[in-house]
């Protein structure tokens, strides 16, 4: 039987103890897993920086990258396209990319 993959607030509490409490901990947890190529987990701990003002920013330009690294282009188009409306402009090469080297996607 295959290992189901441990979440990342389980990995955390074991290994360090706790979770981050707010969303900018959960950003600094997200920047950790992304130098390490984690995608999956990124995808998992950007949720709560996607929902603060100061975050949600850097969580959505990490998410874009996170879905387009774990092979969902899809999710990666919308989430590049929500990054540059939330000001990240250098996004734009990247979904630009995407959509021309993958004709079927569609921004919905």
Known sequence: MADQRKSVREIMTQSIGFCPKDALGWL???RGYYKTRDYHSVIECVTPALR????KREAQHLLAFSFL???QLEA????????INNGNDTDWQPLV???MDNAGLKLT
């Open 97 to 99: 990319e995407l959509l």
């Open 69 to 71: 690294n774990t092979g």
């Open 76 to 83: 990666a188009a919308g989430a590049f396209f929500k990054s």
């Open 52 to 55: 603060n003002d100061r975050t």
């Open 28 to 30: 600094y947890a997200a």
